[in-house]
């Protein structure tokens, strides 16, 4: 398929105002082959339900909700009004000193989502800013109860924590060291739960694996737990490549931290919202942390948003000394903007009314038989699954990492659907309004373009 921007096409997307101008050179792009994306854009400029539209006006079944975060769906109409009634009412607001009353609101009914338990919400702008969020107030937390030497901060190889440096730091993620060195210092690293060995093509949580968790006994007898802040884990890596929870892993992880007073951080950028087929993946594997990171579908993608949820235990602890004082000393220009917050409000009361938060539950058996039909296809070494998501992993080609699986990428664009690729794992997170026959329809794509990659 010919990829030049249509320049009729252009014209009028750049009259109504809705796309760039066809200059592509001035827009680095993020994540993304600069050189080779612009000698073939692919260039979308309208969305609605389950699909894309690009430039040229071609409909692109969307399989992975944007980039993890469209979980009800395009252009909803609930969350579209509750933006523009109140980017009419009130801009912006300055979140330190002052507030508005629908980032209240908005606290209160996500912690009526979250565990038992996690009653605070601190408001911020993407996964990447609630991670670091929550590094710095595992911190102060421990200092303010008097454990100041507790400041070395644990992940796991293969998470991904965002792009900031406490976030690479914590995440397991080569490149990152390679290219930007050593980050924050004092951290260290569980080692992953990939176990290919033993459980590839698991049917949902791999079985064997639970005694992972035990390395962080590992790390204890290293550093002392006295010296340890927090440790943050994804319940399900997704950057890495649909990676999930061994069964028991979690729990164990859990027993462990409260033993060692180790605060334990579930990132749920990717997970929440549904992904799982519960409200948060904490609730999928019943295991409570002590802080949940979020972002991505707390607004559907609509508008910038992230927060850090938090037990009441924690946040209390800060709420000591004088009242006058300033107890967490941190927060960005746009916590709590009132745009997030109206397209947070609007995006909750759409999962609500539409059961959408269980949805992957209901949805769950079906898409789980779907993908792991494509198990014998070319080149398939493994199949993953959870809710909502799925991970098909491709041997890679000879010398060539990651290089397979963006061919197939490639090929199911062309054929109008939408995926997504980390090294050679395919991951599928369509939005949660899927409907069954386009479970179908993106599998049954997806298997013609494994094979004529093979
Ligand atoms: C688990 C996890 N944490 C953090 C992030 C970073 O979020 P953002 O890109 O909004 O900064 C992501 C993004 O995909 C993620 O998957």
Redesign the pocket.
Known sequence: MNHAVDPGLMQAAEASGSTPSADLGAYWMPFTANRQFKKAPRLLARAAGMHYWDVHGRQILDAVAG??CVNAGHARPRIVQAIQQQLAQMDFCPPFQMAHPSAFELAARLARLAPAGLGKVFFTN??????ETALKMALAYHRVRGEGTRTRLLGRER??????FG?ISVGGMVGNRKTFGLAVAGVDHLRHTHDPARNAFSVGQPAHGAEFADDLERLVALHDASNIAALIV?PV???TGVLLPPVGYLQRLRELCTLHGILLIF?????GFGRTGQPFAAQTFGVVPDMI?C??GLTNGCV?M?AVIVKDEIHDAFMTGPEQAIEFAHGYTYSGHPLACAAGLGTLDTYAEEGLLTRGSELGAQFAQAVHSLRGEPHVIDVRNIGLVGGIELAPLPGQTAQRAFQVFLDCYERGLLIRTTGDTIALSPPLIIESGQIDQIVETLRAAIRRAA
């Open positions: 980039l993890w993407s996964g990447s800013e609630a991670v998470g991904y924590h965002g792009v900031n976030g994804e890596a997704g950057s990132d749920e950028v990717i997970t990171t972002a991505k910038p992230g």
